[in-house]
């Protein structure tokens, strides 16, 4: 990735924060295997401060989106707070295989490490750790040879891989799921799970900073096959929250 390349995927900017919107297929940072990151890249992100932005979260390899930065030590304290007590909404698109039978719900499964020998892989488990994830269907397709969902997914929790696992234990894994779902290691389509929509209360006084991602490409064709439509910027919420 060159310069050009992250600073054009860049949706906010302020003195505290940047968003930019992660590619798929990308690590966020760099793991004990060594290998590229999105990370490696955040010196072109500086904008004049004497250091890179920083990480305030983190999007799996494979999940595309928004991806909240800090610019300095005292914005990411401030970033880490809010991401910690809950108070930044994140809301992801989702394509899952199969058909939820109703049309809304919520899923509350703790998660515990499925082995430790494989890493952040993660299993539902009684005695894990408290995970909870909101749900909604936006669009149903029958078409191609398998029932395909269109999913607005907000996780009340963040534990690692929450959503993957939340939609495999219901029955219906998101589509490109090679670890949870029925996609095959290699071959198959990409991760169809994209961090949406974001929004941060980062000022007092003033209403929380709310940026979207644009569509990713991989997605397109499948959501459009459940109802989507190019252009169609219709911000899509649940119940209770500003105008669904």
């Known amino acids: 990735m060159t310069p050009e390349e992250i600073v054009s995927r860049l949706l906010y900017r302020d003195g505290l924060m940047l968003v930019i ?22 010196a072109a992100l500086r904008f004049g401060l004497p250091r890179a932005p920083a990480l305030a979260h983190r999007l799996d390899r494979d999940t595309s989106g928004c991806l909240v930065l800090g610019r300095h030590r005292k914005a990411l304290a401030q970033l880490g707070r809010l991401f910690k007590t809950g108070a930044v909404e994140k809301l992801y698109w989702a394509v899952v295989e199969g058909e939820p039978a109703t049309d809304e719900g919520q899923i509350d499964l703790p998660l515990g490490r499925l082995d430790i020998a494989r890493g952040w892989w993660m299993k539902h488990d009684p005695s894990g750790q408290p995970a909870v994830t909101k749900w909604k269907v936006i669009g149903r397709s029958q ?4 029932n395909l969902t269109w999913l607005l997914l907000e996780p009340l929790t963040g534990r690692t891989h929450q959503l993957r696992v939340h939609c495999a234990a219901m029955g ?15 071959g198959g389509p990409p991760l169809h799970l994209h961090a ?17 991602a644009p569509v990713p490409a991989h997605m397109r064709a499948a959501l459009t096959q459940c109802g989507w439509r190019e252009g169609d910027n219709i911000l899509l919420r649940f119940a209770g929250e500003d105008g669904f």
């Open 21 to 42: 919107d992660k590619p798929p297929g990308f690590a966020v940072h760099r793991g004990p295997k060594g290998g590229e990151s999105l990370e490696d890249h955040f």
């Open 143 to 146: 078409k191609g040879g398998g």
């Open 196 to 212: 949406r929509e974001v929004s941060v209360p980062l000022y007092k006084n003033r209403p929380p900073i709310r940026i979207i």
């Open 172 to 186: 219906w894994p998101i589509l490109g799921d090679a670890i949870y779902g029925r996609a095959p290691r290699s």
